[in-house]
């Protein structure tokens, strides 16, 4: 704010938005002096993993301009630059919008030199600088309301129109023309090549105003192209339709008669695809200049048409939906398995869930989880139901991450105060793992710059609960289970925490795959410890998988002919956790499960030993084999 320096944060979409919403409106208000970015990982539409909300209003509320640039590497890596250079204009934020579709491109870019700062974080300390103007208090919070709308706005708008932030392409070539938000082009150009109105590199027949800045709106920028055409389509993706409103307030205000069309040929909500940018597009171009359209791409075609992609190829009812779920090994699986075999003694509670990989649980085969409000409130949600005349504790389950972001104080800090005789399941994974495997207060590893291995139980403790409990392998079951029944059914008043601690497999497989690569590369002895299921003992009734669902636990043919049920099997990706068996030994299950250990590059005392266990397993199986041989010759 005070300080020449220019700095950049990068998180996912509205979720890190909304966690950082108060930061960032204070620094909108106040302004800033270096350039700040904001690089938004946007999944808006069906490849995310969170509610279906926009960045755009988030922009309009703080007056922060937000860019949205075309998916090419290099109109990207220009972006940047260009956020930069348009915040040190304006001395407002700025918000970088990556698409989900832009995120998964490939390519190349020319790099430019790196240069020295203005002013380094040492030399600022150094030279402390104060303005009072710039501190959110009154009056100076009214005064920046007033600078944002007369002399940060009118910068901003300045350096986009001389630095052709928007770009037009092909101006001269129609009288209707299609305005885009910057994320959007590549679908919309790939829609125009399939109805004969592009090519592959963006050679247009028709008109486009492309908007790399999709906040503010340049009015002038919009009356100049829609000048002279009958009619302008604007593609916009999501809901409200914020950008369209703004159009027509332009176009009406400085009395141009384009007809401008929007959500009227789109879909009013959800992701814009290849089919939605087509069947909108041709509605348009059919509307307005039919003559243009060449092609007829197949998904346009009904979908009772054999050569639709979208034609039915199977039956629905044989393809199962697959939710998303808990990896292979996962150290979290054991809890939520631990905590059904629980609730068959204590009955089900309210569970209030939270942000995090935990949060998977509220599918199949656990079933568990009412509520998620957000990082780190899963103990704040359930102090809601907390009735002192209840004789069932509500559950909240939070990550090691939202419990260090916020929930020690606005979850446990509040239980104890309140005196909540909730019980709260911290799932500590040694990261915080929703925003990529950080390393968190919590962590075991042994950093020279940042300060671990600071045990969540000891500060639940330092603020005042009485009852709390560190589980350092959620693989046991059996004891899992156990310490559920015990939390849920004990005498003590107050707030209770388990801490489930186990690191995450994801995270473990990236370090022992390398590690036991280089083991077998050098020829040293390796041990993978693997598991299965005893085809003759199984009985197929899959209790087994629906108390687990781990993705190597799945089924397979019956071996025996007069049994048709299939068995039980676990597939090549096994990494050896073992919940499958403990889980069938805590829920008292069939014994089929085995463990076997793959011995590479195996000693002259493994050797000995595999030849032993093989003579002895044989030698016991001689009177099997020869009462079998005698009851296939009766």
């Known amino acids: 704010m005070h300080y020449p320096l220019r700095g950049a944060v990068t998180w996912k979409s509205t979720v890190g938005t909304n966690v950082a919403a108060d930061a960032l409106a204070n620094l909108a208000s106040g302004g800033v002096t270096g350039g700040a970015l904001v690089i938004l990982g946007e999944d808006y539409g069906e490849g995310s993993s969170i509610m279906q909300e926009r960045s755009h209003a988030f922009a309009m509320k703080s007056q922060m301009w937000l860019l949205d640039p075309r998916p090419n590497i290099t109109a990207i890596v220009n972006a940047v630059q260009s956020g930069f250079e348009l915040s040190e204009a304006s001395n407002t934020p700025v918000f970088l919008l990556l698409r989900l579709r832009s995120c998964h491109l490939h390519g190349a870019f020319e790099a430019k030199d790196n240069q020295r700062p203005q002013m380094t974080v040492t030399e600022a300390t150094q030279q402390p600088k104060r303005d009072l103007s710039r501190i959110v ?3 100076a919070s009214f005064q920046h309301e007033k600078e944002k709308v007369e002399n940060r706005w009118p910068a901003a708008v300045q350096y986009i129109r001389e630095h052709g932030l928007n770009e037009v392409f092909a101006n001269d070539r129609a009288d209707i023309g299609i305005i885009a938000q910057g994320g959007l082009y590549n679908t919309l150009n790939r829609s125009m090549e399939m109805l004969g109105c592009s090519d592959a590199f963006g050679d247009t027949k028709i008109p486009l105003y492309v908007m790399n800045v999709a906040y503010p709106v340049i009015d002038s920028e919009v009356i100049d192209f829609c000048a002279n055409k009958r009619a302008v389509l604007l593609l916009e993706e999501g809901q409200p339709d914020f950008v369209e409103q ?52 197949a998904l346009l075609r009904p979908a009772d048409d054999p050569a639709s992609p979208f034609a039915l190829r199977v039956d629905p009812q044989l393809v199962q939906p697959r939710p998303p779920g808990l990896c292979t090994g996962c150290p979290e699986r054991p809890i939520f398995s631990g905590l059904k075999l629980a609730e068959r003694e204590t009955g089900q509670h309210h569970i209030s869930a939270d942000i995090g990989c935990h949060l998977f649980s509220i599918n199949a085969p656990f079933n568990l989880g009412a509520t998620t409000m957000g990082y780190g409130l899963g103990s704040a949600a359930a102090s809601a139901l907390n009735s002192k005349d209840s004789d069932r504790r509500t559950i909240a389950v939070m990550g090691d991450g939202g419990f260090w972001h ?44 940042r300060s671990t291995q600071h045990p969540i139980e000891r500060a639940v403790r330092g603020i005042g609960v009485e009852w709390a409990k560190t589980i350092d392998n959620t693989y046991d079951v059996t004891h899992v289970r156990d310490t559920f029944v015990e939390a849920l059914t004990t005498e003590a008043q107050g707030p209770k925490v388990l801490v489930m601690q186990s690191e995450c497999q994801l995270n473990r497989q990236r370090r022992v795959k390398a590690q036991r690569g280089q083991a077998l590369k050098n020829g040293d002895r390796v041990v993978r410890e693997r598991f299965g299921v005893d085809p003759e003992t199984c009985t ?5 998988i629906r108390i687990s669902g781990c993705p190597s636990l799945t089924i397979t043919d019956n071996p025996d002919p007069m049994r048709t049920d ?22 008292v299950l069939c014994p089929s ?19 032993l266990r ?13 009462r079998i041989a005698g009851l296939e010759v009766a």
């Open 614 to 626: 093989t003579w002895w397993i044989g030698l016991l199986s001689r009177g099997i084999e020869r």
């Open 540 to 544: 197929g009734d899959h209790a087994c």
């Open 137 to 139: 208090l009154p009056p």
């Open 406 to 449: 916020n929930g020690l104080s606005s979850g446990v800090g509040n239980a104890v105060f309140n005196k909540n005789d909730q019980l709260l399941v911290v799932v500590d994974n040694d990261y915080a793992a929703a925003t990529g495997g950080q390393d968190v207060l919590s962590s075991h590893a042994d950093l020279p710059a």
């Open 246 to 297: 703004n159009i027509n307030t332009i176009l009406r205000r400085a009395a141009v008669p384009t007809t401008l069309h929007g959500k009227d040929m789109f879909t009013m909500a959800g992701e814009y695809t290849s089919l939605v940018v087509t069947r909108g597009l041709q509605t348009f171009l059919s509307q307005y200049l039919p003559e243009v359209i060449t092609g007829a791409p």
């Open 566 to 587: 299939p068995i039980a099997t676990v597939l090549d990706s096994c990494v050896g956790c073992g919940v499958c068996g403990a889980n069938a030994h805590a829920a």
């Open 593 to 611: 499960f085995y463990r076997t250990d793959v011995v590479y590059n195996p000693t002259r005392r493994d050797r000995v030993l595999a030849r």
